[in-house]
């Protein structure tokens, strides 16, 4: 076989390096560790809640047995649990005191299929921030890099959302928004009264509301509002490396994708340095066998990235390829999650709702932007929430049965509503991925260690947000407000990055500011591991941006000659 380019992985950035590179004309390899999955075949979204096993929970013993990582994130059901890896089949270890949720899934669109879909652009505050506070190093990116393919990935994903004007979210290119219930409108509207600097605004989202004749054309429809999502979408209405990137790649005939083929080690030519070759093993066979390509991607996700290029020492790069900066592995990171707070509302129990939105309002940060006082950390915090009427909320989930169930479901409940913050977290050398060299799995690749622990800013910044949390939903009328509950271990939010950061210098990054090795040049990485810092916003849009980027950098350097 005879290809332009290798992409390792076909999550969310593995996905659009393959349409962006196909659609430049190059002769493209997916190879992906997991299993082959049919856009729709495979979905379990037109199953009833009757039809699905124990009515779409999980028993307990099973989760114990063999989820119990993986049964920690809220997509978790029986419906979904195919996306999800098994964690008694894929091992990896933490310190027993500093526990790491890494959630994975391994298969054809990665976790392009579970995802919450939440897109916002990261801004110049996130950008600046390293350079401003001196935590980290300064990106070599600005968000005038960026903005352009910004641009082109909400047009082709389909991001719906509204535009608000904030330096700190910006605005983008999006489909009509989905709307705001009666309550979270009181709360905006009282929220935005008690605090001018403060903005509540629905949630952008990568939902085809009003699909283009491209997303159509792709055989994508409008979202009907289902809210079963995690199960896989039989309309293509949320954007997934299944429902968009890769079918618009197989369209230009230049993709070749290889399932169940896990990538062990690249293999490096030094007398020419450059990637020489991808090893892989057969998930079934255990065979092995090598690929090669005149450019290689890897986006396997942050942990797994850092896995493959750390196992892929040699004579010259013998602490894992392309780390002359010894930044590999290192300065992991994943947003604080685990604060905010929820509550209940008296009133309003006249107004309902139609349909399940898959999503719900947003909060974007404002302090150290908007409001500095009193303030004894750096960086900040946004809310993403979500209100609905309790006992219709909880649906399918309620106890009891029959006509006595069907009875009280006809009361709908009071209003529920929670904040839920996600807070920046800061790089730091010591929060790290290694290889444990002694311990193996079912293939022989040596495990992941993973060593990531919280610090007092993320501990301050998780307080305020409580706080301000708590505060807003008393100002606003709601009773019974309760924080959230303690930070979560780092990996619960599933925002993993930072451990391949990109950056100016060779001496302390791997990667350029065109997502390239600066030691290798015909070795790209954009998934989660390029992030130099977290910011606040869900990242994988810029993952997806970056990755069109970088695309575009290594066809144009092909093209001249240059790698
Ligand atoms: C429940 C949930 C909700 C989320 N919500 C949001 C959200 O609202 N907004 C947001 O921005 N992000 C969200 N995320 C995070 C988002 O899913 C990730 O940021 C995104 O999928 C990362 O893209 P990726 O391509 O780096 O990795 P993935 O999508 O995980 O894809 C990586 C792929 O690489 C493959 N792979 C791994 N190792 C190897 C190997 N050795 N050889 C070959 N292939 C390999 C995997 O099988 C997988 O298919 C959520 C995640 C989850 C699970
Ligand atoms: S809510 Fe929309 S995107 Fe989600 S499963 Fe239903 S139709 Fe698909």
Redesign the pocket.
């Known amino acids: 076989m005879d290809f332009d380019a290798i992409v390792?992985?076909?999550?969310?950035?593995?996905?659009?390096v393959a349409k962006e590179l196909c659609e430049r004309g190059l002769k493209t390899l997916v190879?992906?560790?997991?299993r082959d999955v049919q856009h729709r075949v495979d979905y379990l979204d037109f199953a009833p809640p009757w039809e699905l096993p124990h009515r779409g929970m999980v028993p307990e013993t099973e989760k114990a047995q063999h989820y119990a990582i993986q049964s920690t994130?809220?997509?978790?059901n029986s419906a979904s649990s195919q996306?999800?890896?098994r964690d008694s089949e894929h091992p990896y270890s933490t310190p027993m005191d500093r526990p790491f949720s890494w959630?994975?899934?391994?298969?054809?669109?990665?976790?392009?299929i579970?995802?919450?879909?939440?897109?916002?652009r990261m801004s110049d505050f996130d950008f600046k921030a390293n350079r401003l506070d001196g935590h980290g190093i300064d990106w070599p990116i600005r968000y005038e890099d960026i903005q352009p393919w910004y641009d082109r990935v909400e047009r082709f994903a389909g991001i719906s959302g509204s535009n608000e004007g904030l330096e700190q979210l910006p605005d983008g290119q999006f489909l009509p928004p989905l709307a705001l219930n009666c309550v979270e409108l009181a709360f905006k509207q009282k929220t935005e009264a008690d605090h001018p600097t403060r903005r509540v605004t629905v949630a952008r989202?990568?939902h085809l509301t009003e699909p283009t004749p491209e997303h159509i054309a792709l055989g994508r429809g409008p979202c009907q509002l289902r809210n079963v999502c995690?199960r896989g979408c039989g309309y293509g209405a949320y954007f997934s490396?299944l429902s968009a990137t890769l079918p618009a790649a197989r369209k230009t005939n230049k993709l070749t994708v290889i399932t169940d083929?896990?990538?062990?080690r690249l293999d490096y030519d030094h007398a020419k340095r450059r990637v020489s070759g991808v090893r892989?093993i057969d998930a079934n066979t255990k065979q092995g066998r090598s690929y090669q390509a005149r450019v290689v991607f890897v986006?396997?996700?942050?942990v797994?990235?850092a896995?493959?290029l750390l196992a892929s020492k040699s004579e010259y790069f013998p602490h894992g390829l392309a780390n002359r900066s010894d930044a590999l592995g290192r300065h992991l990171m994943d947003h604080v999650v685990g604060i905010g707070a929820s509550g209940t509302h008296p009133g309003f129990l006249d107004r309902y709702y139609y349909g399940r939105r898959p999503t719900g309002f947003y909060v974007p940060r404002y302090i150290n932007i908007t409001e500095n006082a009193d303030v004894d950390f750096v960086r900040g915090f946004g809310f993403?929430g979500y209100s609905s009427r309790s006992s219709w909320q909880r649906g399918e989930h309620e106890a009891g049965v029959g006509a006595e169930l069907k009875q009280r479901l006809r009361e709908p409940g009071r209003w529920e509503m929670s904040l839920v913050g996600f807070g920046e977290m800061l790089p730091r050398a010591d929060n790290r991925v290694t290889l444990d060299e002694k311990r193996r799995d079912q293939w022989g690749?040596p495990l992941v260690h993973i060593d990531c622990t919280h610090a007092e800013n993320e501990r301050r910044l998780a307080e305020r947000a409580s706080q301000d949390a708590v505060r807003m939903l008393i100002a606003a009328g709601f009773e019974n407000v309760t924080p959230l509950g303690a930070i979560r271990p780092p990996g619960s939010?599933?925002?993993?990055m930072g451990t391949a950061r990109m950056g100016r210098d060779p001496a302390t990054s791997v990667l350029n500011g065109h997502n390239q090795a600066h030691d290798i040049s015909n070795l790209f990485v954009?998934?989660?591991?390029c992030m130099t810092s977290t910011g606040t916003?869900?990242?994988?849009?810029?993952?997806m941006a970056l990755?069109a980027r970088a695309a575009h950098r290594a066809a144009d350097l092909l093209a001249s000659g240059e790698i």
């Open positions: 390792v992985g076909s999550g969310i950035s593995g996905g659009w190879l992906e560790r997991g994130s809220y997509a978790f996306w999800f890896v959630i994975r899934g391994y298969q054809l669109g990665g976790r392009s579970t995802w919450g879909r939440q897109t916002y989202c990568a995690e490396s083929a896990i990538v062990e892989t986006c396997a996700s942050t797994a990235t896995q493959i993403q690749i939010s599933v925002h993993e954009t998934d989660g591991s916003v869900n990242p994988s849009l810029t993952y990755s």
